[in-house]
């Protein structure tokens, strides 16, 4: 398996990013795109990319936002439009400059939200994996919010946080910050997730202590495209760290099913 960790450079700020490409790689196009949670980096995804290439062959790329990793730290405050900016400006820049035409976005949180408005703001994918996506604002979400901030003022949250980005402070504060402000509450990408147009795995816990089922639920409601669930009990914020091997299967069966009936069309 070839490791390769490079730079992007966008609008001043220079991105993070890693391209896994399997030995035995059965395609030189089909390419799986990881976008990582609000406190994510391509480290926090630790070995589960590399998983991913093994098990379905393809190529997995993975970047660090701008504000985490080892990117360029943010240097202002985030706007309730900082996941539509990544979904509509800099995916769309970064896919272009790797050569990826239609990948099958893998997205955690924040990550999933912005595969969402990407795919529904029109730009064509093979397929989303979205893990404990966000549609709308919940009660839920913004309480343990909450709780991440006093957990980062009197615990050992920053010095953990430290191992994966090279600013832990500016990473935190910049999501912790704007999720808590009172125009955030009104944050909602329906409209997005009603032009949705390719086959959605949905992944969530039964007890996500950032979202409940209702997240899934306006997505398999309002998308016109097919969507499967997946529902995992005891299994908090992250499937795949918390039930890593059935989310992998699961996401493997899926890619696997899209580049199928691909290759049959």
């Not at 993975?62 to 360029?72: I, N």
């Amino acid at each position: 398996m070839k490791i390769t960790d490079s730079i992007f450079d966008i609008d001043d700020k220079r991105l993070k990013y890693r391209c896994i490409e399997p030995d035995d790689s059965t395609s030189s196009t089909d390419a799986l795109v990881m976008l990582h949670e609000g406190l994510g980096s391509i480290e926090l995804w630790k070995g589960f990319p590399e998983d991913l290439a093994k098990a379905t062959g393809c190529r997995v790329f993975v970047y660090s936002r701008y504000g985490y990793g080892g990117s360029t730290p943010l240097s202002e405050k985030r706007s309730v439009e900082y996941m539509h900016h990544e979904a509509l400006n800099v995916l769309p820049k970064f896919l272009k400059y790797i050569g990826v035409v239609r990948p099958i976005l893998i997205g955690h949180s924040d990550g999933a939200s912005i595969a969402l408005i990407h795919n529904g703001g029109g730009h064509d994918v093979n397929g989303l994996v979205l893990m404990a996506p966000h549609v709308f604002v919940e009660e839920l979400s913004l309480q343990s919010i909450e709780q991440a901030r006093v957990a980062f003022e009197k615990t050992e949250l920053p010095k953990k946080l430290g191992r994966y980005h090279d600013n832990a402070a500016s990473a935190f504060w910049g999501w912790n910050d704007i999720w808590l402000s009172p125009e955030f509450k009104k944050w909602n990408i329906e409209t997005y997730v009603a032009n949705v147009n390719c086959e959605s795995l949905l992944i969530q816990s039964d007890n996500d202590p950032y979202g409940t089922l209702a997240q899934i639920e306006i997505i398999e409601k309002l998308s016109p495209a097919p969507t499967q669930r997946v529902i995992l009990r005891d299994c908090g914020h992250s499937p795949h760290v918390d039930h890593a091997s059935t989310t992998l299967e699961k996401i493997v069966h899926f890619v696997e099913d899209i580049l199928n009936e691909e290759k049959d069309e």
